[in-house]
């Protein structure tokens, strides 16, 4: 059994996770322990405050207990606001207070494009524009190529988590360009374990989402592959640990 540990921000999306274990069909078990948010806003300010170290610490305990192998800070926005170094810093705090390998989304991200072997990518994001930016700057001192950013300008997760498989495929659209070998959906509110295959068939290009990515990464910590083509292109990497 494999056990990764999960710090997700508030109560949005939270339940990609459970169906994406069951996706994974094997024994990899994925707990979830939620952190104060703060307030839900996609600024700046408040996105380094979801992210204060005391606030990821705080759920630290309670995943130990839970006997995790290794920890994510499941949020997108509030690991890049740091920027490329301040994100780093964070998860190096995170490993330290858990005493296990850490990581966040956003270095998820980048760690799955790699994988991929994409170096352009599009970005589709529901924060606003300045939000945005900063997400595709992080993916630029990652190494890759940001070709286009589109962004949705909604300012709480609430409303991203309300969001459906028509609102998640309008946007994927809208944030493809040509010449873009990936399209990133990165928002951990958003809804897309149900909608990866739907989408990479629609856009005929690999798709990376915040929750799908978020398990991928907690997996490349715990030395884990596992093939579930169901979660897209990136679960069907070698080598494969078939269900």
């Known amino acids: 059994m494999t056990a990764l540990g999960l710090l997700y921000p508030g109560h949005s999306a939270e339940d990609d996770y459970p169906r994406i274990e069951q996706l994974l069909g094997s024994d990899i078990r994925v707990d979830v322990v939620h952190t104060d948010i703060g307030e839900d806003a996609h600024r700046v300010d ?26 994510v800070w499941a949020c997108t926005g509030g690991s ?3 920027g490329w170094e301040g994100a780093q810093q964070q998860v190096r705090a995170l490993a330290r207070a858990a005493g296990l390998p850490a990581s966040s989304t956003s270095f998820g991200f980048v760690h799955a494009a790699r994988e991929l072997g994409v170096r352009r990518v599009a970005v589709g994001a529901t924060y606003p524009d300045d939000v945005a930016a900063l997400f595709a700057d992080f993916l630029r001192a990652g190494g890759l190529e940001v070709s286009g950013v589109r962004s949705s300008g909604i300012v709480t997760a609430a409303e991203v988590g309300t969001w459906g498989e028509e609102e998640v495929l309008t946007l994927a659209r809208a944030a493809d360009v040509s010449g873009a070998e990936a399209v990133l959906l990165p928002d951990t509110a958003l809804h897309t374990a149900a909608h990866v295959s739907l989408l990479e ?16 990464e907690g997996l490349r ?13 990136l679960f069907t990497r070698e080598p494969l640990v078939q269900a």
Do not use: C, H, I, M
């Open 201 to 216: 068939k629609a856009l005929s290009k690999p798709v990376l989402t915040a929750n799908q990515v978020t398990v991928w």
């Open 80 to 82: 890049f606001v740091y």
């Open 46 to 71: 408040a996105l380094r405050e979801t992210g204060a170290a005391e606030r990821l610490a705080a759920g630290v305990a309670e995943l130990r207990l839970a006997g995790a192998d290794a920890v």
């Open 221 to 233: 910590l715990a030395d884990r592959r596992v093939n579930a083509p169901a979660l897209g292109t």
